[in-house]
T-cell receptor
Framework: GAVVSQHPSWVICKSGTSVKIECRSL??????MFWYRQFPKQSLMLMAT?????????EQGVEKDKFLINHASLTLSTLTVTSAHPEDSSFYIC?????????????FGNGTRLTVT | DAKTTQPTSMDCAEGRAANLPCNHS???????VYWYRQIHSQGPQYIIH???NNETNEMASLIITEDRKSSTLILPHATLRDTAVYYC????????FGKGTKLTVNP
């Protein structure tokens, strides 16, 4: 089946620094990838839609200058949390859909747990 | 995207069928019903999806009512490893997660 790989699986950084998270579709091409955030005991919250070759579309309330998304190829999207603060500590999850069609299922990575100290 | 309503939690005995309901009364004609599950601290796992016909795969069956306003996910023989939060999502493109149903399979 389709595999989405996220790296790193966990990261600890100091307040004020930036952290980059990679999301790769290993055996399929994805024109669209989605980034989610999940706080403890809560559901996944969609942050943005990452489109290959164009600017990402952010959900309401998500700061585009703080969460930089780059989707440079059909198999790689990156999320950079800039000037991270403790309140950015969360579980970040990416997902990707095969190029075949809008109704094909999303496949999710195993998430990145970010802790900002 | 249409909203969904799911019970907060359910219990099931190991080896029995688990039937998880979902209401989506505002579903549009082009929206699919997707089911995912999330085991603690992992990314969501795709289970099954459908438009209007019932679907079955190696993991589960999806029963969609004729008016498409509700659906049921069936795990035919639940195991302890099926303990997870199950999400029913109705979408035409992007997936917006609700709170899901926490299914606990008991020995």
């Amino acid at each position: 089946g389709a595999v989405v790989s996220q790296h790193p699986s966990w990261v600890i950084c100091k307040s004020g620094t930036s952290v980059k998270i990679e999301c790769r579709s290993l055996d399929f091409q994805a024109t669209t990838m989605f980034w989610y955030r999940q706080f403890p005991k809560q559901s996944l919250m969609l942050m943005a839609t990452s489109n290959e070759g164009s600017k990402a579309t952010y959900e309401q309330g998500v700061e585009k200058d703080k969460f930089l998304i780059n989707h440079a190829s059909l198999t790689l999207s990156t999320l950079t949390v800039t000037s991270a603060h403790p309140e950015d500590s969360s579980f970040y999850i990416c997902s990707a859909r095969e190029v075949t069609g809008d109704n094909s299922p999303l496949h999710f990575g195993n998430g990145t747990r970010l802790t900002v100290t | 995207d249409a909203k969904t309503t799911q019970p907060t939690s359910m219990d099931c005995a190991e080896g029995r069928a688990a039937n998880l309901p979902c209401n989506h009364s505002t579903i549009s004609g082009n929206e699919y019903v997707y089911w995912y599950r999330q085991i603690h601290s992992q990314g969501p796992q795709y289970i099954i999806h459908g438009l209007k016909n019932n679907e079955t795969n190696e993991m589960a069956s999806l029963i969609i009512t004729e008016d498409r306003k509700s659906s049921t996910l069936i795990l035919p023989h639940a195991t302890l490893r099926d303990t997870a939060v199950y999400y029913c999502i109705v979408s035409a493109r992007k997936l917006v997660f609700g709170k899901g149903t926490k299914l606990t399979v008991n020995p």
